[in-house]
């Protein structure tokens, strides 16, 4: 089976900056990218970033220019370095890995920001 380990997350005041990582294993075939995302409490789950294979790079509107992902091709492992971080930021952050098939999903890791 395939596993996504998240790690990075904590508790970090506001304008600080916080660096996610998200670590695949297992068997993986034809993997077509890696992505973050997150859920705040009371909203639904959105994107914050995803990487393809060519390194073509989407982010929400609301973390670009703050938010950077990038990836390990060799490890399976995609980061996602967070500064300038706003109170808004909060949530529960998920690693995704895109594949031929049905994607994998991490436990997700939390992310606080402080006033």
């Known amino acids: 089976q395939v596993q996504l380990v998240e790690s990075g997350g904590g508790l970090v005041p506001a304008g600080g900056s916080l660096r996610l990582s998200c670590a695949a294993s297992?068997?993986?075939?034809?993997?077509?990218?890696m992505g973050w995302y997150r859920r705040a409490p009371g909203k639904q789950r959105e994107l914050v970033a995803t990487i393809g294979n060519d390194g073509m790079q989407v982010y929400a509107d609301s973390v670009k220019g703050r938010f950077t992902i990038s990836r390990d091709n060799v490890n399976n492992t995609v980061y996602l370095q967070m500064n300038s971080l706003k109170l808004e930021d909060s949530g529960v952050y998920y690693c995704k890995l895109e594949v031929v098939g049905p994607d994998y999903w991490g436990q997700g890791t939390q992310v606080t920001v402080s006033s």
């Open positions: 297992g068997v993986i075939f034809r993997v077509k990218g």
